[in-house]
């Protein structure tokens, strides 16, 4: 058994040779809500060595399935990467297209939106396209008690590193965080009242 470190909503290909020419693909993960998973190669013990390798398989593009129930509703169905954000855009002539909503895959690799306006149409067509990602935002909070509060946003499945420096040219990570479950985490810096001053960045970890 090994473990597999990558990041979160991302897929990848194991591969395994015994002569470092011939790779064949021995298993598949996807790290669907977290960073790391376990995977145990059945046929290990049929070689006298083995070497392995990982490979990242590329993302694909979001697919939009719409559904239309037994009351007429449409409901859109958008299915692609965990952690990545959608926008679902309608028109009824092909020529002007209108965002009807956004989605954001937190925990899962796809959901549903209900098109509310849909029933006023007589024909009504659909794309999805994905969302650019945004850099990361810190807001800096100090309560009552002086305790210093990061926020960190950014986008979920993604980790980032929170760095602190007291001239402005000397910087040390403080801190690293992962946004599970959330596009926002706080971070207490408990060393803050060492410092006169303190100053914070934050940046995404490869």
């Known amino acids: 058994m090994f473990r597999i470190t990558g990041q979160t909503g991302h897929t990848?290909?194991?591969?395994?040779?015994?002569?470092l020419s011939n790779w064949s693909v021995v298993g598949t993960v996807a790290l669907a809500r977290k960073d790391a998973v376990n995977f145990i190669e059945a046929n290990a013990s049929d070689h006298l060595s083995r070497f392995y390798r990982l490979l990242e398989i590329p993302d694909t593009p979001p697919r939009l399935q719409v559904l239309i129930l037994p009351n007429k509703q449409v409901v859109l169905r958008v299915a692609g990467q965990i952690g990545h954000s959608y926008e679902i855009l309608a028109t009824t002539d092909l020529s002007t297209w209108n965002t009807v909503g956004t989605v954001t895959l937190a925990t899962s690799d796809s959901v549903n939106l209900i098109d509310t306006n849909a029933a006023g149409q007589s024909s009504r067509f659909y794309r999805v396209r994905e969302i650019p990602e945004t850099p990361p935002r810190l807001q800096v909070h100090i309560p009552p008690k002086k305790q210093v509060v990061l926020q960190i946003n950014g986008h979920v499945g993604?980790?980032?590193e929170i760095l602190a420096t007291a001239n402005l040219t000397n910087w040390r990570v403080i801190g690293i965080v992962t946004l599970a479950g959330s596009d926002a985490v706080r971070f207490i810096d408990s060393n803050a009242s060492d410092y006169s001053?303190?100053?914070y960045r934050v940046r995404e970890v490869p």
């Open 12 to 19: 990848y290909e194991i591969l395994a040779t015994a002569d």
């Open 158 to 160: 993604h980790t980032y």
């Open 197 to 199: 001053s303190r100053f």
